[in-house]
């Protein structure tokens, strides 16, 4: 008999744990299984992916950008939410796109090689000339721990961009709508400046707004024609260039007074 009892209270005891458990399974069920929808609806969002890993692997990399982080930043950022819809079926092709206002978002390779010549480290701020699209700017976020600041001209562009930046999370980009050539000097000095249209000579309050050892990566030459990618680094008084090829850019809007 007290045998029994003995092995009815360990039995009771075994089946209140097996319900305790299925309990707490009971409890989270739905957050388990809204977790994995989550998931599921965001790869089912993703009908690119494929596309981009493709563009990154046979554009990018088969052209000699090897700096890992870059190449993991170009495969992050998803460019067909940077483009116009009419556009969508282009978004991983390797070439510049329309996006309004007389201006493009540029040539993923070229985002990829400008991206690696700034050469950019975790803590260290960058300015970004015409932020367009805003796709430059989500590649330069990608790369982490970067302090990102970027200006538009075209006011219709830089509310886009800001929009869209905001809606994809990149709360650390910090817009704004002005005139590029003159920079943006309440956050000077920078550790790199990228710019993403063309002037025909380099803007001088740009590189007065360079650290020493600053790097700004710039294309410069006259509208339709011949223009030249350029790395300039700052040492001193003086800046020394080097030159990195031949590019098409749409020109440098700039307005009549200084920002």
């Known amino acids: ?25 009971i409890k989270y069920l739905p957050k388990i299984l809204s977790a994995q929808s989550s998931a599921a609806a965001q790869i089912e969002s993703e009908p690119y992916t494929e596309n981009r890993m493709q563009m990154v692997e046979e554009t990018i990399i088969s052209r000699g950008v090897k700096d890992r982080q870059v190449i993991a930043a170009m495969q992050s950022v998803p460019r067909h939410m940077f483009v116009p819809d009419q556009y969508l079926d282009q978004a991983y092709a390797d070439h510049p796109l329309p996006i309004g206002y007389g201006q493009t978002i540029s040539q993923p390779f070229i985002v990829a090689t400008m991206t690696e010549l700034l050469d950019l480290i975790k803590g260290e701020r960058v300015l970004e000339i015409g932020t367009g699209s805003g796709y430059q700017a989500a590649v330069l976020a990608e790369l982490g721990g970067i302090e990102i600041y970027t200006i538009e001209i075209v006011p219709e562009l830089a509310q886009q961009a800001a929009e869209r ?43 007065q707004q360079l650290k020493e050892g600053g790097r700004l990566v710039i294309p410069i030459g006259p509208q339709g024609g011949y223009q030249t990618l350029w790395l300039f680094i700052k040492q001193g008084k003086e800046v020394v260039a080097y030159n990195k090829g031949g590019v098409l850019f749409v020109p440098l809007v700039s307005g009549e007074g200084s920002d």
Do not use: C, S
């Not at 008999?1 to 399974?25: D, P, Y």
């Not at 930046?165 to 003159?182: N, P, V």
């Open 1 to 25: 008999m007290n045998r029994t009892l003995i092995f009815n209270w360990k039995t009771a005891g075994i089946l209140a744990v097996i319900l305790l458990a299925i309990a707490g399974l």
């Open 165 to 207: 930046l905001a809606g994809l999370d990149y709360d650390e980009i910090h817009t704004r709508q002005g005139d590029g050539y003159y920079g943006w000097k309440e956050f000077a000095p920078y550790d790199a400046i990228i710019v993403t249209a063309a002037p025909d000579h380099l803007p001088l309050p740009l590189v």
